[in-house]
């Protein structure tokens, strides 16, 4: 049995795309297939799998996503981004789309031919001051939940980023993703601004269990901290990552985030079948 595939990016956050609408996998079977074809050495390789998958609440279709690792994801801002761009080439919705998520529903709209813009989840979770302890140091910290059940993020600055060591923060990462604050574990985002609503930005994701190259929608939840913190203004905010740079905007009210928008870029790597022979089907 051959599987059809699209492999995407956005911002260097890389998927692999399968269409259960065709192709009528069981939904069980989907986390082994994450696993295998995400594997970078020995299959395709990405961050992710997103399925796409019979509207089930009045959306233009279901998006079903899966870590390499096989957990479920919530929603993936940039896979988010991917799939529209997906859909809309596929004539599944039109360059305005509503898309289903584990997390609610989310909102897309297409730019150009390859950027796209979506109304990420709202926060429903936003604690500013949420410090953590890693072995004897206190570290700055806040948390935030997009959508329900919330996708958690930390929050968190880091002097000179840019030129720290690998191994360090990475250590640091997997300590915070993983700390005993966060009963579902947590996306960390670590931070420097780098001028006037200009921002580094390095994610270590829950479910790849390393850095990736962009995280959409801990770009969202870093900007929102920032923005309730007067830190940012919330509008045309630029976050330059690894694998490019993401745009957010942020609606305020009061102490409240009522809107999150993420724009940027989408990348059609690939498109083909999946011929691997581990592939258990």
């Not at 429903?124 to 935030?144: F, H, K, N, P």
Request: aromatic content about 8%; overall charge negative.
């Amino acid at each position: 049995m051959l599987l059809k595939f699209w492999k995407m990016n956005g911002a260097g956050n890389d998927f692999l795309v399968l269409n259960n609408l065709e192709e009528h996998l069981p939904v069980d079977r989907l986390p082994q297939i994450a696993r295998t074809l995400c594997e970078r050495r020995l299959s395709i390789g990405a961050d992710g799998l997103m399925v796409v998958d019979a509207p089930q609440a009045g959306g233009d279709y279901r998006m079903l996503f899966y870590n390499s690792d096989g957990s479920v994801g919530e929603m993936c801002g940039n896979g988010a981004r991917c799939i529209c761009r997906y859909g809309f080439e596929n004539g599944l919705a039109g360059e305005k789309q509503t898309v289903e998520t584990t997390a609610g529903i989310v909102t897309g709209q297409r730019i150009d031919r390859r950027r796209y813009r979506i109304r990420l989840n709202d926060p429903t979770t936003i604690q500013l001051d949420a410090a953590v302890e890693v072995d004897g140091v206190r570290y700055a910290c806040s948390y935030v939940e997009l959508g329900n059940p919330g996708l958690p993020h930390a929050v968190v600055p880091y002097h000179n980023l840019k030129n720290a060591d690998e191994n360090e923060l990475r250590e640091l990462g997997r300590a915070i993703r993983w700390h005993k604050s966060f009963p579902n574990g947590a996306n960390v985002n670590f931070y420097e601004m780098t001028g006037e609503d200009t921002i580094f930005e390095r994610t270590f994701e829950r479910g790849v269990e390393d850095f990736t190259y962009a995280c959409g929608t801990g770009t969202g939840s870093l900007v929102a901290v920032l923005t309730l913190q007067g830190k940012v203004s919330g509008h045309d905010v630029k976050v330059d990552m690894t694998g490019g740079q993401l745009v957010i905007d942020a609606e305020r009210e009061g102490s409240r985030i009522t809107a999150l928008y993420l724009t940027g870029p989408t990348n059609v790597v690939c498109k083909g079948e999946v011929t691997d022979e581990d592939l258990q089907l």
